[in-house]
């Protein structure tokens, strides 16, 4: 009989290819954050409120135009209460430029909607209430997770 005894890797070969990948994985987000190390969001918001109307505009455009239509919007609509409120006509001239403007005004509505009503106009800090919103996937919801709620 032997003394030394096999190692796990050697009846797991899949054991080591995990491991190797975990430390690809390691290396990989350590220059990520040495090339990045302060991400920021590019839409300009005050609060989580204006940052989900914000990524909601912000799908099939660019940050930067949203953010030449935000200002208008948010003066318009500072709460989610108004935006529940809004005429439909009005907040589409208000977004045109961002396109697909009828389905964003329709969403930003509903979302502003759901947000009254079920959370008492605060914008809800879960995933899990967040995607139950108009207009919300998961992307928006993450984006409005580690930028408005850290």
């Known amino acids: 009989m032997r003394d030394d005894k096999p190692t796990v890797a050697a009846f797991c070969p899949m054991l080591t290819l995990y491991k190797r990948k975990k430390e690809r994985?390691?290396?990989f987000?350590?220059?990520l954050e040495q090339l990045?190390?302060?991400p920021a969001c590019e839409l300009i918001h005050r609060d989580a409120f204006e940052l989900i109307c914000a990524?909601?505009?912000?799908a099939q455009c660019t940050d930067k135009q949203v953010n030449k239509v935000t200002p208008a919007l948010f003066?318009?609509?500072?709460t989610a209460l108004a935006l529940s409120r809004a005429d439909v006509e009005k907040l589409q001239n208000?977004?045109?430029s961002t396109g697909f403007y009828k389905n964003k005004a329709k969403n930003l509505i509903g979302m502003a909607c759901a947000v009254t009503e079920r959370h008492n106009g605060i914008?809800?800090?879960t995933l899990e209430e967040l995607i139950k919103l108009p207009g919300v996937g998961r992307k928006t919801a993450n984006v409005v997770l580690g930028n408005a709620y850290g």
Do not use: C, E, G, K
């Open 94 to 96: 208000i977004i045109h």
């Open 55 to 58: 990524t909601i505009l912000s």
């Open 25 to 27: 994985m390691a290396a």
């Open 123 to 125: 914008v809800p800090n």
């Open 75 to 78: 003066a318009a609509y500072p």
């Open 29 to 31: 987000l350590l220059r």
């Open 36 to 38: 990045f190390p302060d």
